[in-house]
Nanobody, 115 residues
Framework: QVQLVESGGGLVQPGGSLRLSCTAS????????MAWHRQTPGKQRELVAN???????NYADSVKGRFTISRDSSGRTVYLQMNSLKPEDTAVYFC?????????WGQGTQVTVSS
């Protein structure tokens, strides 16, 4: 089993910044794939950014140049730095991690971009 704990969501004005963090514990090999997703009511969950094995990263087109995914030296904490936030970035953000062929999900953290 893998446990994921997320933090860092909140309310921010358009153009502002937030940093989300997610820490994996339990049976999670350091450096395994981790990702951030988001979901708004009535829409499917979408991938925002992810780490494949190693340091390869991918971003949704809608966040390229504004969001940056990174991870700490332990390989078990992943961050999502979100800059130049827009109202359309408002969503519940979920962290995911893959361990031994199974995906695990965090509880989600709300990000609201509004003036």
């Amino acid at each position: 089993q893998v446990q994921l704990v997320e933090s860092g969501g909140g309310l921010v004005q358009p153009g502002g910044s937030l940093r989300l963090s997610c820490t994996a514990s339990g049976n999670f090999p350091s450096g395994n794939p981790m990702a951030w997703h988001r979901q708004t009511p009535g829409k499917q969950r979408e991938l925002v950014a992810n780490f494949n094995r190693g340091r390869d990263t991918n971003y949704a087109d809608s966040v390229k140049g504004r969001f940056t995914i990174s991870r700490d030296s332990s390989g078990r904490t992943v961050y999502l730095q979100m800059n130049s936030l827009k109202p359309e970035d408002t969503a519940v953000y979920f962290c995911s991690a893959t361990s031994y062929g199974r995906d695990y999900w965090g509880q989600g953290t709300q990000v609201t971009v509004s003036s």
